[in-house]
């Protein structure tokens, strides 16, 4: 099914209507990694040049802050500019698992978590690997995050020496 403004498929998890600010404990980068987190997913739905078209659109019907919101497009852009080697880094890591395989929240959350553990050095790598590991519970099945944890772990322990 499309959603009738954007064209794009309508997941629940693009189209989450509630508001982001009543979770208690939740800084602006929690809620910008969540609203990445439905960009990664609506790309793997409908390509990142149809996604492309509509990303202002999509994060504007967010009720999240505008720095969330400037930050998620940050970390979406960043992860989708070196997914080959996001994806290599966790095909490597999820031994007997195809990327192609997983489903498609947990791709988008494992994305997002190599691409923070890769290239945001400014975030520690248990923040990123935990944050990861929330977004895997909320939005996918129960052992999801115990999958995520392991996966990024071992991205970490392999391509993150210098965290270490």
């Known amino acids: ?37 439905k960009l990664l997913y609506a790309m793997d739905q409908a ?13 504007a019907r967010e009720a999240a802050p505008f720095h969330a919101r400037r930050f998620a497009q940050e970390l ?12 290599a880094a966790l095909q490597e890591a999820a031994l007997n698992w195809q990327l192609s395989r997983m489903p498609c929240v ?7 978590g190599a691409f923070e553990l890769l290239h945001m050095h400014d975030v520690p790598p248990r923040v990123s690997i935990n944050e990861a590991v929330e977004l895997a ?13 392991g996966v990024l772990d071992k991205v970490f322990q392999t391509h993150c020496p210098q965290k270490v």
């Open 1 to 37: 099914m499309l959603d009738v403004e954007s064209g794009l498929p309508t997941p629940s998890l693009v189209c989450y209507t509630g508001s982001m600010d009543d979770a208690p404990n939740r800084d602006e980068r929690s809620v910008a990694r969540e609203l990445a987190l």
């Open 47 to 59: 390509g990142p040049e149809e996604l492309e078209k509509q990303i202002e659109d999509l994060l």
């Open 76 to 87: 979406y852009r960043g992860a989708r500019e070196v997914l080959p080697e996001i994806d």
């Open 106 to 112: 947990d791709r988008a959350v494992l994305r997002l």
């Open 137 to 149: 519970k909320r939005y996918s099945t129960e052992k999801s995050g115990s999958f995520v944890n």
